[in-house]
């Protein structure tokens, strides 16, 4: 007489049971790091050129101080025949006392183009293709006053304008540490959302 045991045939079971569900995991699993990497790239690249582009910020070195430093454009409304022009840039992570005496520029790109585009129309009437910024080169950073003081713009022609020219204007928020440079109403912005697809720091002179 043979015993039929329902335990046996469960531990037959059992490994072909747990073989489909760590493959079922296994493929869960790839799904969901997929889902996350296509998120990521989607946050930094142009997504739809004709009705706006969306990307994370920027992240950079400034070598001339070895500084890394985070870029993050800001638009208009879309009032330009429907489009955003920049109209700001957020700096983030700036420790203007490491850099002290460096100049820096920031610039926009459009894919495939070795050619800053123009971002706005300056105090001179030219287009001007950067955003030059200048650290005090003798002075002291403690304070968050010092830290909004330390910054300045130089101009298209060349010229330290403070942090107010009527064109551009320099301020530094004290609770997040961030600066923040953004074109005034006499200046006309010219970078468009769909053209900026990449931007620039780099330390330089002008």
Known sequence: ?????????????????????S?????GAILIIIAGLATTVAA?????????????????????????VGLKPMYTAP??????RVSGITIMGLDAANCKG??????????????????FVDSNG?????????????????????????LSIINSAGQNVGYDDGYEY?????????????????ATPLATMSAVNKDTVESASY
């Open 126 to 150: 030219a287009n001007s293709n950067r955003v030059m910024l200048r650290v005090c080169k003798v002075c002291t950073i403690v304070t968050n006053t010092d830290r909004q003081n330390a």
């Open 23 to 27: 493959a079922k995991l296994t493929i």
């Open 170 to 186: 320099l301020d530094f928020d004290p609770t997040t540490g961030n600066y923040l440079w953004t074109l005034q109403a006499a």
């Open 1 to 21: 007489m043979i015993e039929y045991n329902e335990e046996d045939e469960y531990d037959e079971e059992a490994p072909e049971v747990k073989r489909h569900r």
């Open 102 to 119: 460096v100049d820096f520029k920031m610039q926009f790109f459009q894919n495939g183009s070795s050619t800053p585009l123009d971002i």
């Open 79 to 84: 009032i330009y025949s429907g489009n955003s």
């Open 44 to 68: 930094n690249i142009t997504i739809n050129a004709k009705k706006g582009t969306e990307f994370g910020q920027g992240l950079f070195r400034i070598s001339a101080c070895d500084q890394w």
